[in-house]
């Protein structure tokens, strides 16, 4: 089964979507992801969609979803690298990821979450 990698930087998850989301796909990360969290103790997850051009309501709810599970688990999401045409169409769905931090980049969503890894 196909699966998206989730690396471990300090306390924080970093995960790069490299792969056009599919709703198993998406539902597989979310359980990994929360898994991950609990097992890593993360108290961060940084979620980069910046190879993502497209995203339909179901990953929109789906990130969305995975930013309350890492909440209540004690941990703060920030999505980074979101394409305009991305944005555009999560507006136009109606999907406005509450609870959902966003940062142009990698950096930048370090930097949010408290991190400074230079």
């Given at each position: 089964?196909?699966?998206?990698?989730?690396?471990?930087?300090?306390?924080?998850?970093?995960?790069?979507i490299?792969v056009?989301?599919?709703?198993?796909l998406?539902?597989?990360?979310?359980?990994?992801?929360?898994?991950?969290?609990?097992?890593?103790?993360?108290?961060?997850?940084?979620?980069?969609?910046s190879?993502?051009d497209?995203?339909?309501?179901?990953?929109g709810?789906m990130i969305?979803n995975?930013a309350?599970?890492?909440r209540v688990l004690?941990?703060?999401t920030?999505?980074v690298?979101?394409q305009p045409a991305?944005?555009?169409?999560?507006v136009?769905?109606g999907?406005t990821?509450?609870?959902v931090?966003t940062?142009?980049?990698?950096?930048?969503?370090?930097?949010?979450?408290?991190?400074?890894?230079?």
């Amino acid at each position: 089964m196909e699966r998206i990698p989730i690396l471990r930087i300090g306390d924080l998850l970093l995960v790069t979507i490299q792969v056009d989301m599919h709703d198993r796909l998406a539902i597989t990360l979310q359980d990994d992801l929360t898994e991950r969290i609990v097992s890593d103790h993360a108290k961060g997850v940084l979620i980069d969609i910046s190879a993502l051009d497209l995203v339909d309501s179901f990953i929109g709810r789906m990130i969305s979803n995975t930013a309350a599970m890492a909440r209540v688990l004690d941990a703060d999401t920030v999505l980074v690298g979101m394409q305009p045409a991305v944005a555009i169409t999560l507006v136009e769905l109606g999907l406005t990821l509450p609870g959902v931090k966003t940062a142009l980049n990698v950096e930048r969503g370090m930097k949010l979450l408290g991190k400074n890894y230079n």
